[in-house]
């Protein structure tokens, strides 16, 4: 397995473990505002499904339509987690079909904010693998908030669950 495929399939452990401890919590608790970016809970988990979506399209080729990186749209938690585990299985097969040096080329798009940008499709994944887990940060430091911890999504914790995955 290859660090694309090990890293998406890390992103989709991890955003089922995190969702999976965040469908606790009251719905009062995940639309309450909050100070951070995106103003609540669900719309910080939101924006990091939304952004999936936006370079899922940048390595399709195909316009994504979305104008802001905050959607005035909210789904309600339940349809979020099945966005999420859609695109997070998308993501796995994609790193799957990945052949030879096709990782190494290169995907230009337009960012949301205005302005060309250009990059590899590895480095793309490694992008959404990442984005996700800053954003997975500011969500557990809500849950610290409300006195629930939140679970361990670390990588190393991972590879030690899942030890095929790491070679």
Same mark, same amino acid.
């Given at each position: 397995?290859?660090?694309?495929?090990?890293?998406? =399939?890390?992103?989709?452990?991890?955003? %089922? $473990?995190?969702?999976?401890?965040?469908?606790?919590?009251?719905?009062?608790?995940?639309?309450?505002?909050?100070?951070?970016?995106?103003? !609540?809970?669900?719309?910080?988990?939101?924006?990091?499904?939304?952004?999936?979506? $936006?370079?899922?399209?940048?390595?399709?080729?195909?316009?994504?339509?979305?104008?802001?990186?905050?959607?005035?749209?909210?789904?309600?938690?339940? %349809?979020?987690?099945?966005?999420?585990?859609?695109?997070?299985?998308?993501?796995?097969?994609?790193?799957? !079909?990945?052949?030879?040096d096709e990782s190494a080329q290169p995907v230009e798009f337009?960012?949301?904010?205005?302005?060309?940008? =250009?990059?590899?499709? =590895?480095?793309?994944i490694l992008h959404v693998v990442n984005h996700t887990t800053?954003? =997975?940060?500011?969500?557990?430091?809500?849950?610290?908030?409300?006195? $629930?911890?939140?679970?361990?999504?670390?990588?190393?914790?991972?590879?030690?669950?899942?030890?095929?995955?790491?070679?």
């Amino acid at each position: 397995m290859n660090d694309m495929q090990i890293l998406a =399939r890390y992103k989709a452990w991890a955003d %089922e $473990v995190f969702l999976s401890a965040v469908s606790t919590l009251p719905d009062a608790e995940l639309t309450a505002p909050r100070p951070i970016v995106f103003g !609540s809970l669900i719309r910080t988990l939101h924006h990091s499904c939304a952004m999936d979506y $936006v370079w899922q399209c940048h390595l399709l080729g195909k316009p994504h339509g979305l104008t802001t990186r905050n959607p005035e749209h909210c789904p309600g938690l339940a %349809e979020l987690i099945e966005k999420q585990r859609t695109i997070d299985a998308w993501y796995v097969g994609y790193a799957d !079909s990945l052949a030879g040096d096709e990782s190494a080329q290169p995907v230009e798009f337009e960012f949301i904010g205005g302005g060309a940008g =250009r990059m590899s499709r =590895r480095d793309i994944i490694l992008h959404v693998v990442n984005h996700t887990t800053y954003h =997975r940060g500011h969500a557990a430091g809500i849950l610290y908030y409300l006195d $629930v911890f939140p679970p361990t999504t670390d990588l190393p914790v991972f590879l030690r669950q899942h030890p095929t995955a790491g070679g």
